[in-house]
């Protein structure tokens, strides 16, 4: 048995266990319930036959009524009165005729007087329809003194049953009386009737009963009479008797006139009762039982089901646990409303660095940055959208979180579900993105699209209150030469210094951003009057002034800066930085080192600068560019050695445009590499010309700029037009500024001495305006040196410029290079220079720059040493 359970699960025991349970119920209760609806049947069964038991004896009592009654019709009769003292035989003859035996159902029938003779006596046998003597066995009851006969006064009677040897009869006594039932007493008249068979029938059949009758003294007793006889002498009333499952017999006893048991009487009826009852328990007890069994499998089914889905939740539930135990996730389950922390998953623990423990029962407050309110209401959002939290670690540091939450059952209540994983890393990768793709990487100051956005905002916000917005865009001053000369990274930091300088001066609603190169902007807000961007200007260049200290040298630099005003200049970026450029263009173009607003006069300069920029990109193609020639002479021999070209453009709208106004133009825009070209062509082009006209030593110069000589094909670029034309490259002598050449010295020098072993001359244009390093110039093979005709023109006037020349001369010799002087105006300014062993002069004393045939004829008509009058241009 214990085998049989062992080897079912503990939900499969309980459901055998009610299966079991139910079964034995529903047995207890088909016996338990049978037997007492049996029982009950049955009681009704025997109050049933005890009523039919009763019904037999009343039918008996009636009968003896029905005697009486007609007892009483014969012996209350004044015919009767006179017979009982007569004995007329016509009382006889007329009333007492064999008929009324049978029609009364008579047996006996008799008058006694009232000294109790007989006066007429008769038997009858109604079955043979004849007299026949009166039954023996009633004469003893009608002897004097015997009950039946004892009747003295008229309301007395006796009606009952006594047993005879003949059977049992039913016997009716009353006094005889006159019609008026008046006495005396003249006698009594005495009815009898035998209780045969027939009679017992006709009884059975007017009550509808089976009925059988036997005196209580027969010997011969049926043996069931014989058993309930002992118990009806007893005293009980009705004695019950199933002989079987099918009938069922009840007895009775009746007394004779004496009071002792004189019949025994049977009813017999089928148990219909029973038997239907029993039917409908069993009928019923079935369908209880098959309704039972039904309830019983749909029970089972429900039972599996529950079970089943019990198993289901509990595998779920165990499914979910490890999900939520072993997942990256951080999950948080927070009490509704208190925030406290009823449970939290591995992650969180390895996250936050607490333990389970330290976490359970904390308050989420404690974890969470910020006031409470504004924590309960972010846990609030996060129930409708994901959301960036600041959680605390363990250890103090600050972790951003990506959290979502919900809210499951946690008993009668709804506790909150946060869900949450780390993005510090990815925030701050995202913040460092943000923070490359809005800032200099170089300074750390926002670029120019940060600038855009703070300047739109600043633009909205001064438009809302009515108020000025100020951009002031600067450079720096020369920073070409000192990225040129002291190189990138000191320039580099040059700019990192300026921008950490004003940084410190900016305030935090203004924004201070670079451009690119050495441009940089500052928008200030909230400005009422134009007066105050002039005074933060002035406190920019105030602090701009203040020495630099880069790589253990103190530098010094001005900026020069534009200003430009919202709504004045525009609204937009584009607007407001393009005006503040050409305003900071302007200043540059008058002197540097100060401020201007935007003027719209400004615009007009730069559209005319547009115009000839417009205009020089057509201006080669459509033959609008030419060359003049100044002659270079050997003060010595006054002879000319050389020329210089300078390109001029002779534009059909705007007339002849001086280098100086286009050169710079054209450096700006590239257009100086093409025209670069041209001219170098052109003039060797002149100058092969001239030689094969019999000036064959005279040597060209051609002005290069820095933004020709840094192209990286620029030495092929030489030396194939020099080719092209002809003439042999040592003729041709190059002249670069001090700015070209400082760009990168090392890849200078390099290009220098390519250019040099092709033959061709290299010269150092404009020298002493530069930085004029002593250590370049020892590094670059340069040929010659032209010196600048700022020096030139006050070196009669100013001894300390003649010095400069003659030491410029003096290095130039010293290092074997040639001297050129040019801007030479005056003949003191040639004497001075001759008498330094100048080796060429060039400038208007001499000659102008000269097309080329008046050139031809300058040359032509060239006798030397003269002092001539400078021809006019
Ligand atoms: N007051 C005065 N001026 C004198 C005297 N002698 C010569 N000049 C002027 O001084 C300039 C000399 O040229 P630069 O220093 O190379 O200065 C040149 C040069 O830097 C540039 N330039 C001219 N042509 C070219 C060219 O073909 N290519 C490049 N890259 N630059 C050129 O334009 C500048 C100006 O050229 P220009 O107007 O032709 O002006 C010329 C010339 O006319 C004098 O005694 N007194």
Request: proline fraction near 4%; hydrophobic fraction near 45%.
């Amino acid at each position: 048995m214990v085998a049989f359970f062992t080897q079912y699960s503990r939900p499969a025991k309980i459901l055998l266990g009610i299966t079991g349970l139910l079964l034995a119920i529903l047995l207890v209760l088909f016996f338990g319930v049978r037997h007492i609806l049996v029982d009950s049947f049955t009681e009704v069964e025997s109050r049933d036959m005890c009523k039919n038991v009763e019904r037999a004896t009343s039918i008996i009592a009636d009968e003896l009524d029905k005697l009486s009654t007609i007892c009483t019709d014969y012996s209350g009769w004044d015919d009767a009165y006179q017979f009982v003292r007569d004995r007329n035989s016509d009382f006889i003859a007329s009333n007492l005729t064999i008929e009324i035996y049978p029609k009364l159902r008579l047996n006996a029938l008799v008058y006694l007087n009232s000294r109790a003779d007989v006066v007429y006596g008769r038997g009858f046998d109604r079955a043979s329809g004849k007299y026949e003597p009166l039954p023996a066995g009633l004469e003893e009851h009608l002897k004097p003194g015997a009950k039946l006969v004892s009747l003295t006064t008229p309301d007395q009677h006796v009606s009952g049953i006594v047993t005879l040897p003949e059977g049992p009869f039913l016997v009716a006594a009353r006094p005889v009386l006159t019609s008026k039932y008046a006495g005396p007493v003249r006698g009594v008249l005495v009815l009898g009737r035998l209780l045969d068979k027939e009679e017992v029938m006709r009884l059975s059949e007017t009550i509808h009963i089976p009925l059988e009758i036997h005196t209580a003294d027969d010997a011969t007793l049926p043996p069931d009479f014989a058993a309930v006889r002992g118990e009806l002498a007893q005293g009980a009333p009705v004695v019950l008797r199933r002989a079987d499952s099918k009938m069922i017999a009840g007895y009775a006893a009746i007394p004779d006139i004496y009071g002792k048991p004189a019949l025994l009487l049977r009813v017999d009826a089928p148990r219909s009762i029973y038997q239907e009852g029993k039917k409908a328990v069993t009928y019923f007890l079935t369908w209880f039982a098959v309704v039972g069994v039904c309830f019983a499998f749909i029970i089972n089914l429900f039972w599996r089901r529950l079970l089943e889905s019990l198993q289901q939740g509990r595998r779920s539930e165990e499914r979910n646990r490890l999900v939520v135990e072993r997942t990256n996730q951080a999950i948080l389950l927070l009490e509704p409303g208190a925030g406290t922390i009823i449970d939290a998953n591995p992650a969180t623990c390895v996250l936050l660095g607490f333990s389970r423990n330290e976490l359970t029962g904390a308050d989420i407050h404690a974890l969470l940055s910020g006031p409470v309110q504004e924590v309960d209401s972010e846990l609030e959002r996060c129930l409708r959208e994901t959301r960036e939290l600041s959680l605390c670690h363990r250890d103090g540091a600050e972790l951003v979180v990506e959290a979502m939450a919900t809210q499951v059952p946690h008993g009668d209540d709804q506790a909150l579900c946060l869900m949450f994983h780390d993005i510090t890393d990815r925030r701050r990768f995202q913040e460092e993105l943000l923070h490359q793709a809005t800032h200099d990487t170089l300074t750390g100051l926002p670029n120019r699209s940060l600038l855009e956005d703070r300047l739109n905002q600043a633009v909205a916000g001064a438009r809302r209150r009515g108020q000025m917005v100020a951009l002031l865009m600067f450079d720096l001053d020369n920073f070409k030469v000192v990225n040129d000369t002291l190189g990138h990274t000191a320039g580099d930091q040059l700019l990192r210094s300026v921008a950490a300088r004003i940084r410190s001066f900016v305030r935090n609603c203004d924004t201070f951003a670079r451009l690119g190169g050495d441009e940089f902007v500052i928008v200030l807000t909230n400005l009422t009057r134009m007066d105050d961007a002039v005074t933060v200007a002035e406190s920019f260049r105030n602090l701009l002034a203040m020495p630099f200290f880069l790589g253990g040298r103190e530098i010094f630099i001005t900026a020069s800066m534009g200003i430009s005003l919202f709504p004045d200049d525009g609204d937009t970026m584009e607007a407001l930085i393009k005006k503040a450029d050409t305003a900071m263009y302007h200043i540059k173009e008058s002197g540097r080192n100060s401020f201007q607003f935007f003027a719209e006069e400004m615009n007009q300069k730069v559209n005319a600068r547009l115009t000839i920029e417009t205009g020089l990109r057509r201006a080669l193609e459509k033959g609008e560019m030419l060359l003049h020639y100044q002659p270079r002479l050997e003060p010595g021999t006054g002879a000319v050695v050389g020329m210089e070209a300078l390109v001029r453009w002779n534009s059909p709208d705007m007339g002849l445009i001086s280098p100086a106004d286009f050169i710079p133009i054209a450096e700006d825009s590239g257009l100086i590499v093409e025209i670069g070209d041209w001219v170098l062509a052109t003039a060797c082009c002149q100058a092969l010309e001239w030689h094969r006209m019999g000036h064959d030593s005279l040597r060209v110069s051609v002005n290069i700029s820095a933004r020709q000589f840094v192209g990286h094909d620029f030495v092929d670029r030489v030396v194939r037009i020099i080719e092209q034309s002809g003439l042999s490259p040592h003729f041709v002598e190059l002249e670069l500024t001090e700015t070209a050449l400082t760009h990168n010295v090392d890849e200078t020098v390099k290009i220098m001495n390519r250019l040099r072993e092709r033959g061709i001359t290299i010269s150092i244009d404009d020298f002493g305006t530069g930085y004029s390093s002593l250590n370049y110039l020892k590094r670059f093979p340069v040929d010659v040196l032209k010196i600048d005709k700022s020096f030139i023109d006050d070196m009669v006037k100013r001894r300390e410029d003649a010095a400069i020349v003659a030491t410029i001369i003096g290095i130039a010799h010293h290092m074997h290079m040639k001297v050129v002087a040019e801007g030479v105006e005056t003949a003191e300014q040639m004497k001075l220079l001759m008498e330094g062993n100048c080796e060429e002069i060039q400038g208007f004393y001499f000659s102008r720059p000269l097309p080329p045939e008046e050139f031809e004829r300058y040359i032509a008509g060239r006798t030397v040493p003269l002092l001539p009058a400078a021809p006019r241009e």
